[in-house]
């Protein structure tokens, strides 16, 4: 017979599941949703853009910065987490801050956590725009995800790219190695394969996860579930 549990291992149990929950949660939040990509109003010149420690338009520092990775504006840890300790005292502005972040161009705050992880997992490190080619530095805007080939866009160029995103660079649904029909689409290479030449001789593939591009590694998804479309080609005639 096993053990009967006791009122506080099931109250440890459930608080186990609930903090896995949340970090899942956490770790499956949108690039939109997180706080080194949300929307900043400058208070100098009132133009809306992304949380960074500098206006882009006018250069000016803020009065309530937040950080890049909690996303508090106001440090009110009593505990000895904070790199600058400031016992009693609530600490907001500039005396909250403790660096800047080379990739999102925004404010960590002084806590000892923050300023440890932030850099090595900021969601931003790689962050240039797959159509203009810009990264964070160079534009005003705040950074999204395609959701069909998840490259990175920014602000101008997103329901540009998204409305073009799902139409092939060949003129037709055929394979890219044989003349069959493409069952598998790869929405970043915009190519289609055949059941045989998707999958590479002498690799195992998991049953249960998608197939991989053998090009460039993308998850494949089957072209019948898409809305894919060929390229159009279209030919002009000049009289003279």
Known sequence: MPKKKTGQRKK????????????KGRANRSLAELPCNAIMECEK??????NRAFCYFCQSVQRLPMCAHCGKTKCMMKTG???IKHAGQYTTGMSMVGAICDFCEAWVCHG???????????????AVCAECERDVWSHGGRIFRCSFCQNFLCEDDQFEHQ??????EQESYKC????RLGQYSCLRCK????????RRKGIKYDNKSKIPCP??????QETKQLCMSSKYLFFYYYYY
């Open 163 to 168: 409305a073009s995103c799902q139409v092939l």
């Open 112 to 126: 000892r956590k923050c300023l440890q992880s932030h850099a090595c997992t900021c969601p931003l490190t790689d």
């Open 81 to 83: 987490d904070c790199v």
């Open 12 to 23: 440890a149990e459930k608080q186990k599941a609930r903090q896995k929950e949340l970090r």
């Open 191 to 198: 190519t289609c394969y055949c059941e045989d030449h998707v």
């Open 45 to 50: 010149c009132q133009r809306r853009q992304k």
């Open 215 to 220: 090009k460039c590694g993308f998850e494949t």
């Open 176 to 179: 890219l190695s044989c003349n």
